[in-house]
Nanobody, 117 residues
């Protein structure tokens, strides 16, 4: 079991960048596929990106492809989300999560990202 804890959110102008971090303590961190989701006000939570256990394989939602990069450091039990060219529509609470047997489990508390126009 891992417990994700997100950080790095904040207020940024459109076109700017932020890097989110997710520290997921636990001896088995490297055995989990990790993912990022987000939830904007009044909308359902949506998938953003996922990364394989080794970090060699990544997958992105079309809305962030080419702008966001997911990565991980298994030595630090941490997964990152580098967000560039941010848009106002990227404003949301961003959540880190682990994949267990094909299901997203063990969610963090989220970190708020606000992109001003």
């Amino acid at each position: 079991q891992v417990q994700p804890v997100e950080s790095g959110g904040g207020l940024v102008q459109a076109g700017g960048s932020l890097r989110l971090s997710c520290a997921a303590s636990g001896r088995t961190f490297r055995s989990y596929v990790m993912g990022w989701f987000r939830q904007a006000p009044g909308k359902e939570r949506e998938f953003v990106a996922r990364i394989s256990r080794s970090g060699l394989s990544t997958y992105y939602a079309d809305s962030v492809k080419g702008r966001f990069t997911i990565s991980r450091d298994n030595a630090k039990d941490t997964v990152y989300l580098q967000m560039n060219s941010l848009k106002p529509e990227d404003t949301a609470v961003y959540y880190c999560t682990t994949e267990v047997s094909g299901t997203w489990e063990y969610w963090g508390q989220g970190t708020q990202v606000i992109v001003s126009s």
